[in-house]
């Protein structure tokens, strides 16, 4: 079992930054590919952004490409999702998620999940 825990969403305008966390538990960090999804109101949750267990690896949503960023430290089982230049469309809940396999953009390949932090952001 992993636990998952993401931090750092709020409220912000337009044009500015904010870096969710997502601290886990349980089982070795370092073996899992890590990734964030979110889930706008009324659609479905979709990919953001993936990495690999080595950080060599990363994947983005053509949507976040260029202004989010992310990032892991093993050492303090903790991945992070740098948003910069938030849109107003970058609103939703957003969700870390842990995988054994490989980086994939698929709900479906995640194994845990967290329960989300809530991004708003006003134009």
């Known amino acids: 079992q992993v636990q998952l825990v993401e931090s750092g969403g709020g409220l912000v305008q337009a044009g500015d930054s904010l870096r969710l966390s997502c601290a886990a538990s349980?089982?070795?960090?370092?073996?899992?590919?890590m990734a964030w999804f979110r889930q706008a109101p009324g659609k479905e949750r979709e990919f953001v952004a993936a990495i690999s267990w080595s950080a060599r690896s990363t994947s983005y949503a053509d949507s976040v490409k260029g202004r989010f960023t992310i990032s892991r430290d093993n050492a303090k089982t903790t991945m992070y999702l740098q948003m910069n230049s938030l849109k107003p469309e970058d609103t939703a809940v957003y969700y870390c998620?842990?995988?054994?396999?490989?980086?994939?953009?698929?709900?479906?390949?995640?194994?845990?999940w967290g329960q989300g932090t809530q991004v708003t952001v006003s134009s």
């Open positions: 998620a842990a995988s054994r396999r490989t980086i994939s953009i698929k709900l479906g390949d995640y194994d845990y």
């Open positions: 349980g089982r070795t960090f370092s073996n899992y590919i």
